[in-house]
């Protein structure tokens, strides 16, 4: 019973860190985009 815990709690984590992960992959884009229109419009 103690394993199963464990695992289930170690799949909560590894499904936070990916969402977490694909949020800073946009936000990274996002901020490409930005500075990219900002260099072009200056």
Same mark, same amino acid.
């Given at each position: 019973m *103690?394993? %199963?815990?464990? &695992?289930? &709690? %170690?799949? *909560?984590? &590894?499904?936070k &860190? +990916? @969402? !977490?992960? %694909? +949020?800073?992959?946009? =936000?990274?884009?996002?901020?490409?985009?930005?500075?990219? @229109? =900002?260099? !072009?419009?200056?």
């Open positions: *103690r394993a %199963s815990t464990i &695992k289930k &709690k %170690s799949m *909560r984590k &590894k499904k &860190k +990916k @969402n !977490h992960e %694909s +949020k800073t992959v946009i =936000f990274q884009i996002l901020l490409e985009i930005y500075f990219k @229109n =900002f260099v !072009h419009y200056s």
